[in-house]
């Protein structure tokens, strides 16, 4: 239920990255087969999958990601904009996903609730639009976060002086330490858009939220 989910966000995130390069006049994505929806080009066996195991039996959290879409800033057609166009492509899609599951979510129920043989698999189908809801926002969340080499930094580095900008990125070798030290630090705000949103899907699917799926999404941990 929750690595079909996980893994095909994580790959539209990345997937976005390149396509956006590629419309501001860098190929390098594309020349490289990575503008592509295989789950296989964009897994890093490290972060894909060791990482998320590891910080889930040891933390009771998901952390990890995909591998990073190779793109040149050089090529852009104006080298700012390209960057933070690109880098705010993966975010605007995870939260584009977000809204797609909680669409999901109330069709889903939907049919659960007007179709009795196929309440089983409705159940199952809305329980993992709303784990789409929760890495999807979790995904964007996180990548807002200005700490190299995140997408976030991508924007927030133009806020600075040229000086203070490139010492900044210079800090991209420690980026994910310190994302580690903000979560586990700063956990229950970082959290917070995650559980409006996800708490927003559970308002607006009302009692098309079927009582099967909230037992699955308990049982995975997923849900209070």
Same mark, same amino acid.
């Given at each position: 239920?929750?690595?079909?989910?996980?893994?095909?966000s994580?790959v539209?995130?990345e997937?976005?990255?390149?396509y956006a390069?590629?419309?501001?006049?860098?190929?390098?994505?594309?020349?490289?087969?990575?503008?592509?929806?295989?789950?296989?080009?964009?897994?890093?066996?490290?972060?894909?999958?060791?990482?998320?195991?590891?910080?889930?039996?040891?933390?009771g959290?998901?952390?990890?990601?995909?591998?990073?879409?190779?793109?040149?800033p050089?090529?852009?057609?104006?080298?700012?904009?390209?960057?933070?166009?690109?880098?705010l492509?993966?975010?605007?899609?995870?939260?584009?996903l977000?809204?797609?599951?909680?669409m999901?979510i109330?069709?889903?129920?939907?049919?659960?609730?007007?179709?009795?043989?196929?309440?089983?698999?409705?159940a199952?189908?809305?329980?993992?639009?709303y784990?789409?809801?929760?890495?999807?926002?979790?995904?964007? #969340? =996180?990548? $807002?976060?200005?700490?190299?080499? @995140?997408? &976030? /930094?991508?924007?927030f580095k133009?806020?600075?002086?040229?000086?203070w900008a490139?010492?900044?990125?210079?800090?991209g070798?420690?980026?994910?330490?310190?994302?580690?030290?903000v979560?586990?630090?700063?956990?229950?705000?970082?959290?917070?858009?995650? #559980? =409006?949103? $996800?708490?927003?899907?559970?308002? @607006?699917? &009302? /009692?098309?939220?079927?009582?099967?799926?909230?037992?699955?999404?308990?049982?995975?941990?997923?849900h209070?």
């Amino acid at each position: 239920m929750v690595a079909p989910v996980l893994l095909f966000s994580m790959v539209a995130h990345e997937y976005a990255h390149g396509y956006a390069a590629l419309k501001q006049g860098d190929p390098t994505a594309f020349q490289l087969g990575r503008l592509t929806w295989n789950p296989l080009k964009h897994i890093d066996p490290l972060m894909t999958v060791v990482m998320p195991i590891v910080t889930f039996v040891s933390a009771g959290f998901f952390f990890g990601g995909a591998k990073p879409v190779p793109v040149n800033p050089r090529n852009y057609r104006q080298y700012r904009r390209g960057d933070i166009i690109v880098s705010l492509a993966g975010i605007a899609t995870n939260l584009a996903l977000a809204v797609a599951c909680t669409m999901l979510i109330i069709v889903f129920g939907i049919i659960g609730n007007g179709a009795g043989a196929l309440r089983g698999p409705a159940a199952m189908l809305q329980a993992m639009m709303y784990v789409g809801v929760l890495f999807n926002v979790l995904l964007a #969340f =996180f990548n $807002l976060l200005p700490i190299p080499p @995140l997408d &976030g /930094s991508h924007v927030f580095k133009y806020l600075l002086p040229p000086a203070w900008a490139l010492r900044y990125q210079q800090i991209g070798f420690l980026g994910l330490f310190l994302v580690i030290i903000v979560i586990m630090s700063f956990s229950p705000v970082y959290l917070t858009p995650v #559980f =409006f949103f $996800l708490n927003l899907a559970e308002d @607006l699917a &009302g /009692s098309n939220f079927l009582p099967e799926a909230i037992d699955l999404l308990r049982r995975a941990r997923l849900h209070a």
